[in-house]
C-alpha cells in the first residue's frame, strides 16, 4: 500500500518535472546559443528568426502535450525529437558559410 503511494506520488511529480527542468533547460540553453551566435556572427538575423520559431514550436508542443494534465511517453519523445533537431539546426547555422541553407 505504501509503496503504491509512492509510485502514484512519483508519477504526479514526474509531469512538472519533465516541463519545467528538462524542457526548460534545454530551451534556455539553446535560445543562449541562438543569441550567442547572433552577437558573434555566425548566426544571421534570418537564421536566427527561423530557429527561434522553431523554439516556439517546441513550446508550443509542450504546452499541448501537458494539456490534458499528462505527459506520456510518446509526446516527450516527440518533443525531445524536435529539441534534437533544433539542437542540430542551431550547430548547422553556427557552422555555415551563411549563403548555405
Ligand atoms: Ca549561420
Given at each position: 500500500?505504501?509503496q503504491?503511494?509512492?509510485v502514484l506520488?512519483?508519477?504526479?511529480?514526474m509531469?512538472?518535472?519533465?516541463?519545467?527542468?528538462?524542457?526548460?533547460g534545454?530551451?534556455?540553453?539553446?535560445?543562449?546559443?541562438i543569441?550567442e551566435g547572433?552577437?558573434?556572427?555566425s548566426?544571421?538575423k534570418?537564421?536566427a528568426?527561423k530557429l527561434?520559431?522553431?523554439?516556439?514550436d517546441v513550446r508550443q508542443?509542450?504546452?499541448?502535450?501537458?494539456?490534458?494534465?499528462?505527459?506520456?511517453?510518446?509526446?516527450?519523445a516527440?518533443?525531445?525529437?524536435?529539441?534534437?533537431?533544433?539542437?542540430?539546426?542551431?550547430?548547422k547555422?553556427k557552422h555555415?558559410?551563411q549563403d548555405?541553407?
Amino acid at each position: 500500500m505504501k509503496q503504491t503511494l509512492a509510485v502514484l506520488m512519483a508519477a504526479a511529480l514526474m509531469v512538472p518535472a519533465f516541463g519545467q527542468g528538462v524542457i526548460k533547460g534545454r530551451e534556455k540553453e539553446q535560445r543562449a546559443r541562438i543569441k550567442e551566435g547572433v552577437k558573434d556572427g555566425s548566426i544571421t538575423k534570418a537564421e536566427a528568426a527561423k530557429l527561434r520559431r522553431e523554439q516556439k514550436d517546441v513550446r508550443q508542443d509542450v504546452r499541448a502535450a501537458k494539456s490534458d494534465g499528462q505527459v506520456t511517453a510518446g509526446e516527450k519523445a516527440h518533443i525531445t525529437r524536435e529539441q534534437n533537431k533544433a539542437s542540430r539546426d542551431i550547430y548547422k547555422q553556427k557552422h555555415d558559410a551563411q549563403d548555405q541553407k
